[in-house]
T-cell receptor, first 114, second 115 residues
Framework: AQSVSQHNHHVILSEAASLELGCNYSYGGTVNLFWYVQYPGQHLQLLLK??????LVKGIKGFEAEFIKSKFSFNLRKPSVQWSDTAEYFCAVRSHFGNEKLTFGTGTRLTIIP | KAGVTQTPRYLIKTRGQQVTLSCSPISGHRSVSWYQQTPGQGLQFLFEYFSETQRNKGNFPGRFSGRQFSNSRSEMNVSTLELGDSALYLCASSWTGLAGLNEQFFGPGTRLTVL
């Protein structure tokens, strides 16, 4: 069975600090990987996705993530955070050859202090 | 293009009642998935429908059921509500349902409170 671990439950940073949120998954086959963001009062939005190819993927709002297959990791990074990045971030995985079931991590709440 | 819509946005029910939630996918999308979001369990997959057929099901009791209509709209039903069913129920749609080719788009959710 697939599983996703997000070890950071709550991260507090000051504006302009660099961000890295950890995501590790457990699955034996080829995977698709996603980071979703949920801003306060808003619905889940896709930040970025990895299907295949270049393991360094760039998403919206300056976010990027690196897929390291040997470590089963897909960490999210941003070099300089803004107050507007305050939100909850979810890592998700699914089988590349399967159907639509996404397995989510428990989420990381990010608070940016102005 | 309009996004995924869910109705109603908020619901309050009492234990033992049943509830039906509705989801309209993005136009042209044929796959609809449902998720339950709670503070304790996070986001958990309920089931997925494609072309009116349930293709995948999560680990939820039989009180949770769903269906999809020919226009791809989907409904989810929970019977004999329990306090633990209080959650945000999210619907997501995608185009082909072929996992390796597309992404899911989420709706705003229906907030269900069971008293």
């Amino acid at each position: 069975a697939q599983s996703v671990s997000q070890h950071n439950h709550h991260v507090i940073l000051s504006e302009a600090a660099s961000l890295e949120l950890g995501c590790n998954y457990s699955y034996g086959g080829t995977v698709n990987l996603f980071w979703y963001v949920q801003y306060p009062g808003q619905h889940l939005q896709l930040l970025l996705k990895y299907f295949s190819g270049d393991p360094l993927v760039k998403g919206i709002k300056g976010f990027e993530a690196e897929f390291i297959k040997s470590k089963f990791s897909f960490n999210l990074r941003k070099p300089s955070v803004q107050w507007s990045d305050t939100a909850e971030y979810f890592c998700a995985v699914r089988s590349h050859f399967g159907n639509e079931k996404l397995t989510f991590g428990t989420g990381t709440r990010l608070t940016i202090i102005p | 293009k309009a996004g995924v819509t869910q109705t109603p946005r908020y619901l309050i029910k009492t234990r033992g009642q049943q509830v039906t939630l509705s989801c309209s996918p993005i136009s042209g999308h044929r796959s609809v998935s449902w998720y339950q979001q709670t503070p304790g369990q996070g986001l958990q997959f309920l089931f997925e429908y494609f072309s009116e057929t349930q293709r995948n099901k999560g680990n939820f009791p039989g009180r949770f059921s769903g269906r999809q209509f020919s226009n791809s709209r989907s409904e989810m039903n929970v019977s004999t509500l329990e306090l633990g069913d209080s959650a945000l129920y999210l619907c997501a749609s995608s185009w082909t349902g072929l996992a390796g080719l597309n992404e899911q788009f989420f709706g705003p959710g229906t907030r269900l409170t069971v008293l």
